[in-house]
């Protein structure tokens, strides 16, 4: 399993978005894109930043369990690329100490006062199943 996760990792950096699903409070799937932040080594955990006021706050807090999806470039001769879907849990953090140490470049774009921006908020996600499909190859991680 550690090898298949650390393969995904390796495909998952040249990704620059995924697709972040919650359940909002009246039981709608929503979905909004999030930045991957492709610069890290994943081994289940991914971290998003947002503010207080964006809805899938409330929506994290009403029902944690969130979905990711990822969709790679195609593969050699047009072949589609990797596809990975990530059932997740996820937490809202609000220690600037946390802040610092997953503010990557590039994000002051979105967030132009840094880990000083009012009302941010870090979510960390921990990953609970991994479903991909990669060319001919696919499967099911349980974390």
Do not use: C
């Not at 909002?24 to 955990?45: F, Q």
């Amino acid at each position: 399993m550690k090898l298949i996760l650390k393969e995904l990792s390796k495909k998952m950096r040249s990704i620059d978005f995924t697709m972040l699903t919650t359940r909002t409070t009246s039981g709608a799937l929503t979905a909004r894109p999030m930045s991957n932040n492709g610069e890290v080594d994943y081994e289940g955990k991914s971290w998003f930043f947002t503010t207080e006021d964006a809805g899938l706050v409330g929506d994290i807090m009403a029902d944690p369990v969130i979905g990711l999806t990822l969709t790679g470039e195609r593969g050699l001769l047009g072949r589609p690329g990797i596809f990975i879907a990530i059932e997740a849990r996820a937490e809202l953090i609000r220690d600037k100490t946390l802040f610092a140490e997953h503010w990557t470049r590039g994000l002051e774009r979105w967030f132009p006062q840094g880990i000083e921006t009012p009302g941010l908020v870090l979510i960390q996600t921990q990953a609970s199943r991994i479903a991909y499909w990669d060319g001919e190859d696919e499967g099911e991680l349980a974390l």
